[in-house]
């Protein structure tokens, strides 16, 4: 199994951007997904969670922007960030909880993404 992030890019404050983790190779399900984001000299920080249920959690710091969703017609998880603000200006990164061949479960993380904000 293999997780490709893509997506994010520059905006101005007040516009959206979304970004995104596809999976390929053989699996059986996706159970939970958690993005995360790092600015520079910052510790890194969990902003958004979704299980395969459907349950979604939110950092206070994104609620009511930030939407995360998974399509798994695409094998893909989504991160949709709207209102952006220059705050926001960090790597993105995804966590993809993964049931395996074997049922194994495994976490796999995206290389990161670059979003930048300016006012």
């Known amino acids: 199994v293999q997780l490709v992030e893509s997506g994010g890019g520059s905006v101005q404050a007040g516009g959206s951007l979304s970004v995104a983790c596809r999976v390929s190779?053989?699996?059986?399900?996706?159970?939970?997904v958690d993005w995360y984001r790092q600015a520079p000299g910052k510790q890194r920080e969990l902003i958004a969670s979704?299980?395969?249920?459907?349950?979604?959690d939110y950092a206070d710091s994104v609620k009511d922007r930030f939407a995360v969703s998974i399509d798994t017609a695409e094998s893909t998880v989504d991160l949709e960030m709207n209102n952006l603000a220059p705050a926001d200006t960090a790597t993105y990164i995804c966590?993809?909880?993964?049931?395996?061949?074997?049922?194994?479960?495994?976490?796999?993380w995206g290389q990161g993404t670059q979003v930048f904000v300016f006012s």
């Open positions: 190779g053989p699996y059986f399900r996706i159970n939970a």
């Open positions: 966590k993809v909880d993964i049931l395996e061949l074997g049922y194994v479960r495994n976490n796999h």
């Open positions: 979704i299980t395969s249920g459907g349950r979604r």
